[in-house]
């Protein structure tokens, strides 16, 4: 800690700091997801099947989930401040871009090459966060970085969702990228200069080492399988379930079908609440426990009552974030060396669900309905369960082998 200069908490550039990592995370997910609301407007202008509308997403799901394992070693060799500035401004830069786009081959390239600028924000904004505020307000600074990511998230698909029924959906995400835009300039000149920052060179071998290490760990792979189940159920069901509000089982709006999305505000509710519950009755518990929520709200949205399948989905969302908490918390302790890989993994895995059941889950839907998705995302967290159950069974083999090595 000699010799550094932290960002003090209460300071101006303390405030100016969170201020700017609340606008990155903001661009970052609200341009990420805007187009999850806007699968039928691309079913109906392009006449393709809704798992190809969702490649808008999973594509730039898929592009991030694959570049975040590189983004914070590239960022110590460019420098924490310099990508992210980069990264935030070409993002809302291809937001406009795919806002003009007029074929679907066109926007899905744009997109795939949007969630690669993309991964140049959420590790490094972690990064930057742990190298320059001092270590007692890392958490409260991080935390207001969540939330922006969250709100980010919500809003983007709010908004979006609400603006189509007043314009065509490429304006609807025209507005969307003016918003980012502005805030990404804001974010460049707001957030105070790295001062802790040390440079180093790219070396591909100590990046590929130490990765190789953490999936050879049967501890991480479980988690690995948890982000991935997880977060596979939960896109594909904030995927599909816009159709089935959408259609003449209860005929709303795109407006009306957007507050679906306030469910989210609900899911930050349930990751601080059984976060908390986590260390005081142990991570298998919890994790479990959030995995029976989920199913519980899950087999709600199965009802033909409008009030069960919003109760449903809220239920849903705060099971999911719940689980999310804890295993993402439990990559850190399990990760004996490079605890930023093993996150940058975890997120790997977690958007690479989203990207391959996001997209699987429409061909059961054109295939199966409604109870079909609710099957796949049913299979999902069973899947979840299995790992979460393997991970308890080693976790207790490494108690017993710790108890026996003290009493010897």
Request: proline share 3%; aromatic share 12%; net charge positive.
């Amino acid at each position: 800690m000699a010799g550094k200069k932290f960002i003090m908490r209460g300071t101006k550039d303390y405030h100016r700091a969170n201020l700017a990592l609340f606008f990155a995370g903001f661009v970052t997910f609200s341009t990420l997801y805007d187009f999850q609301p806007l699968f039928p407007n691309l079913v109906c202008e392009f006449g393709i099947s809704p798992g190809v509308a969702s490649l808008s997403l999973s594509f730039a799901t898929f592009a991030l989930a694959c570049t975040l394992p590189v983004s914070g070693t590239l960022s110590d060799a460019l420098g924490r401040r310099a990508l992210m500035g980069i990264a935030v401004i070409l993002t809302a830069l291809f937001a406009f871009a795919t806002a003009a786009s007029d074929s679907l081959s066109t926007l899905l390239v744009l997109r795939l090459v949007q969630g690669i600028v993309l991964a140049g924000i959420p590790a490094v904004a972690m990064a930057y966060l742990s190298e320059e505020v001092e270590p007692r307000a890392v958490g409260n600074a991080m935390g207001l970085y969540i939330a922006g990511n969250a709100f980010g998230g919500m809003t983007g698909r709010i908004l979006t969702a609400w603006l189509v029924d007043f314009m065509p959906w490429r304006s609807a995400v025209g507005v969307i990228a003016l918003v980012s835009l502005v805030l990404s300039f804001l974010f460049v000149v707001l957030l105070p200069p790295s001062r802790n920052f040390q440079r180093r060179p790219f070396h591909l071998g100590q990046l590929t080492g130490s990765l190789f290490d953490h999936l050879r760990n049967p501890g991480l792979l479980c988690l690995f399988s948890v982000a991935f189940t997880c977060m596979g159920g939960f896109v594909t069901l904030y995927n599909y379930v816009t159709f089935r509000l959408l259609g003449p089982a209860f005929d709303l709006s795109q407006t009306q079908v957007a507050f679906i999305f306030l469910a989210y505000a609900f899911g930050g509710f349930g990751s601080s609440f059984m976060g908390g519950l986590a260390d005081r009755f142990g991570r298998s518990s919890i994790l479990f426990t959030a995995l029976a929520v989920m199913t519980v709200g899950l087999a709600l949205t199965v009802l033909s009552s409008l009030s069960a399948v919003i109760v449903g989905i809220v239920v849903f969302t705060v099971g999911f974030f719940g689980a999310h908490s804890v295993a993402s918390a439990w990559v850190g302790s399990l990760a004996g060396h490079a605890r930023a890989q093993a996150s940058s993994l975890y997120l790997l895995f977690y958007y690479l669900g989203s990207s391959i059941s996001g997209t699987g889950g429409g061909f059961v839907y054109s295939a199966w309905g409604w109870t079909g998705v609710a099957l796949l995302v049913l299979l999902l967290i069973g899947a979840a369960a299995l790992a979460g159950r393997r991970l308890a069974s080693l976790e207790q083999g490494r108690k017993r082998k710790s108890q026996l090595a003290t009493a010897f």
